[in-house]
């Protein structure tokens, strides 16, 4: 799906070292979020934003640190990586539709994701 | 928060044969339960979705059947075919109050035999 990208599209990285996962979105949405995938675990939600100048955190934020300077950048940081956060990264931000007659709700697009090896 | 339980983690089928997902869910107040399908390699994308004041939705070989009472929900496959080879995601929500988060099952890996 346009309008969500994430760079790099992998990633080798000694443990120790700080890594930033970027992630962009030209679709003018509030909200972005942060998964990892692990096999047998599925998407796991590492951090969010709800709108520009707000984060918060979600299911495994420990390692991890977000920022959300404006409506399009959502940047994923790794301070100081370690082997466990070897993972697949999805970037992903929702278009909140509305249909007649219902509540609004969430339709989530994904970025490409980031495969990131920490040895 | 809310829990989302997804079976069978794996599943085998031949083609044509039909294919059922299912999910159980633990927040009563969630209303929004999507399906992703994610190709070996690709990334998540919705299939079809369904809200809490509907009991079944259906797209083509596509269907979604929803129990509000005992919390579940499940995915259908009709007529499976190859290209139905992937890993399916359900996830719930509460749609309300500015909050679109959502939480996912583990994942089915679906396998569909020629």
């Known amino acids: 799906i346009a309008g969500i990208t994430q760079a790099p599209t992998s990633q080798i990285l000694a443990a120790g070292r700080r890594m930033t996962l970027r992630c962009t979105q030209d679709m003018r949405h509030n909200a972005m979020y942060w998964y990892r995938q692990d096999l047998g675990l599925g998407l796991r939600l590492i951090h969010y934003?709800?709108?520009?100048?707000?984060?918060g955190k979600g299911e495994v934020p420990d390692g991890y640190s977000v920022s959300r300077a404006n409506t399009d950048d959502f940047p994923l940081t790794l301070a100081s990586a370690v082997p466990s956060q070897t993972s697949v990264y999805f970037c992903?931000?929702?278009?909140?539709?509305?249909?007649?007659?219902?509540?609004?709700?969430?339709?989530?697009?994904f970025g490409p994701g980031t495969r990131l090896t920490v040895l | 928060g809310e829990n989302v339980e997804q079976h069978p983690s794996t599943l085998s089928v031949q083609e044509g044969d039909s294919a059922v997902i299912k999910c159980t869910y633990s927040d009563s107040a969630s209303n929004y339960f999507p399906w992703y399908k994610q190709e070996l390699g690709k990334r998540p994308q919705l299939i079809i979705d369904?809200?809490?004041?509907?009991g079944e939705k259906k797209d083509q070989r596509i269907a979604v059947t929803l129990n509000k009472t005992a919390k579940h929900f499940s995915l259908h496959i009709t007529e499976t075919q190859p290209e139905d080879s992937a890993v399916y995601f359900c996830a719930a929500a509460y749609s309300g109050a500015g909050s679109y988060q959502l939480t996912f099952g583990k994942g089915t890996k679906l396998s569909v035999i020629p």
């Open positions: 369904i809200r809490s004041n509907v």
């Open positions: 992903a931000s929702p278009l909140i539709r509305e249909r007649p007659g219902l509540a609004r709700y969430n339709e989530q697009f």
């Open positions: 934003s709800n709108t520009a100048g707000t984060t």
